[in-house]
T-cell receptor, first 113, second 110 residues
Framework: AQTVTQSQPEMSVQEAETVTLSCTYD???????LFWYKQPPSRQMILVIR??????QNATENRFSVNFQKAAKSFSLKISDSQLGDAAMYFC??????????FGAGTRLTVKP | SQTIHQWPATLVQPVGSPLSLECTVE??????LYWYRQAAGRGLQLLFY??????ISSEVPQNLSASRPQDRQFILSSKKLLLSDSGFYLCAWSEGYEQYFGPGTRLTVT
């Protein structure tokens, strides 16, 4: 069964600094999708970034980028120039087909001013 | 553009009472629809998904049921709530591999 592991329950970063959130997953599939979702205090789940497993190039969205290591089954999220609004729970998710998205337990990110 | 609505936003219900949570999507046709539950400080657990009207798949045996009476309407129900049903319920939709979430319903069973 596919599982997603986020080994950092909590992380903190100074405003304007860079932070990396870790995620590993377990799968026997070769073609799948990976996502990072952000859940601020409002609890609305917001898609931050996605990565297709068949693409070697790491995805980037403005200050957010990923380090996708397919062989190691690792998918970390780097947040550059951290802002106070980045404070939230961050969930890593894996999807093999349209109806099977698996989420990690989440990492709570605190941004210090 | 597509939008997803959930109501109510907050609900407090006694044990043994019925439940009905509603989710509607606008701006798209024949989306896949999902119900998730999030316990406090935890990740998301998929409860049900639907690929079309009247088509419901259950991921976890529950005190809950789901229905899709219309293309863009997804309902989560229970005949008798348990204390363990408390949590944050999220509805989501997708057309491809990305899922987009509603604002959620916070359910407290007392």
């Amino acid at each position: 069964a596919q599982t997603v592991t986020q080994s950092q329950p909590e992380m903190s970063v100074q405003e304007a600094e860079t932070v990396t959130l870790s995620c590993t997953y377990d799968t026997s599939e070769s073609d799948y999708y990976l996502f990072w979702y952000k859940q601020p205090p409002s609890r609305q789940m917001i898609l931050v970034i996605r990565q297709e497993a068949y693409k070697q190039q790491n995805a980037t969205e403005n200050r957010f980028s990923v380090n996708f290591q397919k062989a190691a089954k690792s998918f970390s999220l780097k947040i550059s120039d951290s802002q106070l609004g980045d404070a939230a729970m961050y969930f890593c998710a894996y999807e093999y087909n349209n109806n099977d998205m698996r989420f990690g337990a989440g990492t709570r990110l605190t941004v210090k001013p | 553009s597509q939008t997803i609505h959930q109501w109510p936003a907050t609900l407090v219900q006694p044990v043994g009472s019925p439940l009905s949570l509603e989710c509607t999507v606008e701006g798209t046709s024949n989306p896949n629809l999902y119900w998730y539950r999030q316990a406090a400080g935890r990740g998301l657990q998929l409860l049900f998904y639907s690929v079309g009207i009247g088509q419901i798949s259950s991921e976890v045996p529950q005190n809950l049921s789901a229905s899709r009476p219309q293309d863009r309407q997804f309902i989560l129900s229970s005949k008798k709530l348990l204390l363990s049903d408390s949590g944050f319920y999220l509805c989501a939709w997708s057309e491809g591999y990305e899922q987009y979430f509603g604002p959620g319903t916070r359910l407290t069973v007392t």
